[in-house]
Structure formats: structure tokens, C-alpha cells
């Protein structure tokens, strides 16, 4: 039944995505930035909220007044943020669950990615609770029906036994403490939020935390267009704790769980919460595959690197590059650009989905792949067109005498270039330079020499088997040889 959905679901992002590549480009794709426009929507909600919490006073008698104070004496400023706060906050739990459901769709959850999965489902929550904190502040009808309906629903585990609710029983009962108490509350949480969507990151190599800038200026100006166009306002007047709530305009995307209460025995919505929540964490560890591949790592060399890389089972070759500091050429990281196509010269890889147009059969069945989907099922050894993407410039080329071969070890050596008098190399760590072979081939390897020394450039060379340049080093170079080479490229 998961397989089924998963592939049901694979089904309509890629449609969706490939809709959205014709209409706004690959770069731009909001698809492909869920996680960036949820860090983007939460600085919005920050800002705007500790723009509304400078004029809110935290009393019984004065919050509401404060908030309709906020809403219609100062519209141009307050009023207009206070909807930009909802929406920011409606469209941020909206991201994170399509970001979510989308790494759920292509089988990015298992494995070593466990540990962003478990954070995700608790900033879920987390930014659910906080959202449903903030409709208790402005102490209206809405936030009267929520406040009871919550306690009495906390109410029901052990340990509590009414004791919440007697709180809410007379108007008298609710004093300015527990309101202190709700913006304690409401601070504290998005903190919290702010904290573990950072220690979320961390596992993600080169992690993106701020979408391209036209999203963002389309998103604030969407934002305000929904503020102008429809206010967020207070439901009811103030507050009546003498008065039964019996006529709402409720939000059914925040306050979905809330009809429940009332239509179900307690115990039961908090074992549906709970209970789906324990499934979705564990759905890491569930054993969703027929079978289970005995290596947990592959060593994969790209060539014009000194070592190989570490990629664990179900790890793209673009992220075990990143984790492991090499530059690759890269944008989407979705399989919508191209950007990062490789050559598979050895071994073999699951391509896993993406857009056709990015890779069209043809070109996969000249041996490319692309790094950012594709994921090894044996040891492989690949060439990456580290240029592919980025205008064509002028490159210098130079003819290089050797000067030093170290063998450093079996398949290592270092290799030391020297420049005809009077030249000069100028780059920046983590650039490479490209060999020029004899028929216009090109090999790349990264300079290991500080940027500093200009007049010499130092390689690391990781023998290939069969490779048709680094046999030639390991083999028949000698000291006193010239190296035609081009450079520097890529961006340090």
C-alpha cells in the first residue's frame, strides 16, 4: 500500500514540477526550494510578529482592545501585518508539509537521512502548536473557543483530571498571568522552532536556507496582496467565558483536529494524534524494501580528484560530493536542470526520477547520469563536466614542465608543474585546471598548492585503473616533460 503511494504521488510531483519547469524555468521553480521558502516564511513570521508584539498588552482586559488597537488604528502598518503573520504562518505549515510529502514520495527518508525525517515531523508539530498559541492571544471568540477546547482536550490524560478546565469555568478565573503565560508560550516555541530547523539542516550538505530572490519578492508581494485583499480580523468582540461560542468563521487549516473533540471521545483524537504521529516518525525504520543491499558504502572516483569519495547506500553522488567538499556544478538538486551531469565511465547507478528534458534517453544511453538523483549500485568511477553550466569564457592554457613526481603510495603520487619565466597562474582554492590531451580531450584535477605560490602548481593524482591519463603518469612520465594544460576553472 506504501509502494502504491509513493508511486501515486511520484506521479503527480513530477507532473507538477514539470509544469511549473515551463512556467517559471528550472532555477526557479518553487518545487524545488520547499525547504528555502519555509526558513524565508518563518523570518517573515518573525519579524512581523515582534512587530505586533511591541503594541499588544498581555492582559484580560487589554488584549483584545490592544489587538483591534493594532488592526484598525494603525492599518497601513499593523493591520496589514498582522494578516502578512496568519498567512506567513498558513503558507509555512503548507511548505513544510509539501516538502515532507514530497521526500516521502521519492524514498528520501530511510537510511542515514533518519535524523532529518524525525526533526522534520517535530518542527511540523512544533510550528502546528505555535500557530494554534497564536490564535489564543487576541482573546475574541475565536480564541476563546480554542483556549477551552485545547484545555479540555489536555484535560483528559492522567495526571490532570479537570484540574485545567476549572480555570475557564468563570470570567474571573482567567487573570493576566495566564496570558504572560500564552506569550511565554508562543516566543518560546517559535525559538524552539527557529533552533531545530537549523540542527535539521545539518545533515544536508550545502544546505539551501534562502530561496532564489524573485521567489521571495513573489512571495512577500503575494502576502500583502492577500492582507489588502483580505484582512485578518477579530471573530465575535471580546472574550466571554459566560457565553458559549456557538458561530465561527473557523480555519479549518489549523484548527482542523478541533471539531473532534466534540464529535469523538477524547481518548480517541489523542491516539489518532499520537498514533499517526508514531507511524510517520518510524516510517524510517519500517521494512518498506523487498530485499535490503548488504554494502552500506561504494567508493566512486571522479576523475581529477586526488581520492575517492564514501557514498552510503541510497546517497546521490551530488550530496556525497558536497559532504565531502568537492565543487560540483549543480542547481535544482532535483533532477530539473542538468546542470550536474556525469559520465559513468565504471559501474553502475540507479537513476532514480527526473525530467526528461534534463535528461534526455539519448544522452543516458551515452553513459550520463545526473549527480544530483542518481545513487550507485556498485563501485563507479565518473567524469563530471564541471563547466557545463557556466558561460563560455576564455580560458588561458599553459605549458607546464614537470618538475617533482613524490609517489606518495601504490595509486598516489604529487605531482609539481613549473611555468615558463615570467609566468603566473592566478586562482583560488578549489579551483582545478584541465590536462589537454593530444586529441582534445581534457582531464581535470584540482590544484593542491596555497594560491600564494603562483609560479609552480602542485597535483594530487589518484590512479585510475585504465584510465588513459593517469596511466600515462604513473607509467612513462618523467621529470623534464611539458603538460599542456588550461586553467583555472570552476568556482573556488
Request: aromatic share 12%; net charge positive.
Amino acid at each position: 500500500m506504501i509502494r502504491r503511494l509513493q508511486a501515486t504521488l511520484q506521479w503527480l510531483f513530477m507532473r507538477a514540477e514539470a509544469l511549473f519547469n515551463a512556467a517559471f524555468g528550472d532555477r526557479l521553480n518553487p518545487l524545488y526550494h520547499l525547504g528555502a521558502i519555509s526558513f524565508f516564511l518563518f523570518w517573515i513570521i518573525a519579524a512581523s510578529g515582534l512587530y505586533l508584539y511591541a503594541f499588544f498588552e498581555t492582559g484580560v482586559a487589554d488584549a483584545h482592545a490592544s489587538v483591534e488597537a493594532i488592526t484598525h488604528h494603525q492599518w497601513f502598518a499593523g493591520g496589514i501585518l498582522r494578516s502578512v503573520h496568519r498567512y506567513a504562518s498558513d503558507a509555512m505549515v503548507f511548505t513544510m508539509l509539501l516538502h515532507m510529502l514530497r521526500y516521502f514520495a521519492f524514498d528520501r527518508f530511510r537510511g542515514f537521512r533518519w535524523f532529518s525525517w524525525l526533526t522534520g515531523v517535530v518542527l511540523i508539530w512544533l510550528v502546528y502548536v505555535s500557530g494554534i498559541s497564536g490564535y489564543m492571544l487576541p482573546w475574541d471568540k475565536l480564541a476563546q473557543f480554542v483556549i477551552v477546547a485545547t484545555f479540555e482536550w489536555l484535560d483528559w490524560l492522567p495526571g490532570f483530571g479537570g484540574t485545567l478546565m476549572r480555570n475557564f469555568i468563570y470570567p474571573s478565573s482567567v487573570n493576566d498571568r495566564f496570558f504572560s503565560l500564552l506569550t511565554f508560550m508562543h516566543i518560546g516555541i517559535s525559538l524552539l522552532v527557529l533552533l531545530l530547523m537549523w540542527i535539521h539542516v545539518q545533515r544536508v550538505p550545502k544546505a539551501k536556507t534562502a530561496p532564489p530572490q524573485p521567489i521571495r519578492v513573489s512571495l512577500l508581494l503575494t502576502l500583502i496582496g492577500l492582507a489588502l485583499v483580505q484582512p485578518t480580523l477579530s471573530q465575535g468582540g471580546a472574550a466571554n467565558l459566560s457565553i458559549a461560542v456557538t458561530d465561527l468563521n473557523f480555519d479549518w487549516f489549523y484548527l482542523l483536529l478541533f471539531p473532534l473533540f466534540y464529535a469523538w471521545p477524547l481518548g480517541q483524537v489523542w491516539a489518532l494524534v499520537l498514533g499517526t504521529s508514531a507511524l510517520v516518525a518510524a516510517l524510517p525504520w519500517l521494512p518498506l524494501r523487498l530485499r535490503r543491499e548488504r554494502k552500506q558504502e561504494f567508493r566512486v572516483t571522479i576523475l581529477g580528484e586526488p581520492q575517492p569519495l564514501t557514498v552510503r547506500v541510497g546517497e546521490t553522488l551530488l550530496d556525497a560530493g558536497l559532504r565531502n567538499g568537492v565543487e560540483l556544478p549543480y542547481e535544482c538538486r532535483n533532477g530539473g536542470c542538468g546542470v550536474c551531469r556525469c559520465t559513468v565511465l565504471h559501474g553502475r547507478v540507479n537513476h532514480r526520477l527526473y525530467q526528461r528534458n534534463a535528461l534526455p534517453d539519448a544522452i543516458r544511453e551515452q553513459g550520463k547520469a545526473l549527480m544530483c538523483c542518481a545513487t550507485p549500485l556498485s563501485d563507479l568511477e565518473i567524469e563530471v563536466d564541471r563547466d557545463a553550466a557556466r558561460p563560455v569564457r576564455s580560458v588561458r592554457q599553459y605549458l607546464g614542465r614537470v618538475e617533482h613526481i613524490d609517489r606518495l603510495g601504490a595509486d598516489l603520487i604529487r605531482l609539481r608543474l613549473s611555468l615558463p619565466t615570467g609566468e603566473t597562474i592566478e586562482f583560488a582554492a578549489g579551483q582545478y585546471i584541465n590536462f589537454v590531451l593530444e586529441d582534445g580531450q581534457r582531464r581535470a584535477f584540482t590544484l593542491a598548492n596555497p594560491p600564494h605560490e603562483k609560479e609552480q602548481i602542485e597535483l594530487q593524482m589518484h590512479w585510475i585503473p585504465n584510465g588513459r591519463f593517469t596511466t600515462f603518469v604513473f607509467t612513462r612520465l618523467q621529470v623534464g616533460d611539458t603538460l599542456r594544460f588550461e586553467g583555472p576553472l570552476g568556482v573556488p
